[in-house]
């Protein structure tokens, strides 16, 4: 009997609604309704951006837009450190994609990204965009008007610096709404670190920028409907209108203070790869050592064959489904940066097209255990009166977000595969 992947993907968004169902605080008082919003909104979008030819022609444009910024990214970093940055190196090189430094060349991508950002908010470009999806998801799902800001801003500032735009608000937020916040911030991937992954992933996913954009965009409603599906709760009284200004007093200090921020992000984001990347290393040496038959036990293995199942829902070729788990346990175990890395390590067709869009999409969250407890940090010092909830809810928000980007990943495959 020939393999359905079809059939499977459509039991896989059941399955993963289901698991929801089995991780909510409260089963008999299910809210449906903004979990079958979050669902039609996530597949409506999914087809509005790939299949509409204005709508993709506009997402055509906005990658050449991301080539010219990474261009102008390379040059200001050759400019600093020479051909590690990008530029022309004095002698021949037998290997030229051994001359990609991350380090180098993709992290000041943050730095030029985290500049424009603060500019494009100063200007009140942002500002526009983040008000109309506020209240788009007031009126779909419901949400006060901190949480629809918060969650509408993630996607262009991250699940870091979007909660900072309502940190008087926090303190008053319900439960429900602060698991809310962290689900929708670990389900998506904020402007910069795109642009980062983007030129990573370029040379093996064509319109790479296109589809980490479309992935954080169709998931950011579902987060919201899978986040309500686990922990139902009303909304807080918090509804007085969120006034959204600039901090800054010219454009030139928007700059100045978007590129200092970014700075901090691309230490942090250096220091926790270079760490994870080792910690992985470390925990494949002791593996290693068990007595085996065949090849050597990894960790991206071990995760491999326990997110078989998973995989297997999404729809994915059978001939697939252990190489995309690994790649997808890693990236819960460790971060999206080294999973996509062990992606493009991966010999070419290795992987059909259709498993590769699958991992694409699954993979473009900040779903991972390091993101839980960076957003752990960063919410308590906002409002400390919350620190018990939001230690208490850190991987409910993880697996919340982990069901959200797995149906993301199987409507993608569906739809384009």
Known sequence: MPDNETARALLGVVAFLGIGWLLSENKRALPWRPVLVGLACQIALALLLTK?????????????????????????????????????????????????????QALPAILLVGALSALLWHWKVLIVIVRAAAWAFGKLFGVSGPVGVSTSACVFLGMV?????????????TRAEIFIIMVDGLSVIGGSMMIVLGSLIAAKVPNAFS?????????????????????????SAAHEPIVLTSPYRSSLEALTFGTLDAVKMVLNIAGLLIVFVGLIALINMGLAAFPHAGAPLTLGGILGWLLTPIVWLTGAPLADVQAVGAILGTKVAANEVVAYSDMMALPPGALSDKSLLILTYALGSFGNVGSVAILIGSLSSMAPEKVGEVV?????????????TCLTATIMGVIGG
């Open 52 to 104: 509409v030819p204005a709508i993709t022609a506009g997402f055509a444009a906005a990658t050449h837009a991301v080539d010219a910024l990474q261009a102008a990214s390379r040059a200001g970093s050759s400019f600093m450190f020479g051909y590690l940055g990008g530029g022309r190196a004095p002698f021949s090189m037998a290997d030229p994609s051994a001359a990609f430094i991350f380090a180098f």
């Open 161 to 173: 610096e979007a909660p900072l735009l309502i940190k008087p608000f926090l303190p008053r937020l």
């Open 392 to 404: 208490e809810l850190g991987f409910k928000a993880l697996a919340a977000a982990f069901l959200t």
């Open 211 to 235: 589809h980490l954009l479309i992935a954080s965009l169709i998931s950011t409603p579902m987060a919201i409907g899978m986040a309500r599906l686990i922990i139902p709760g009303e909304a």
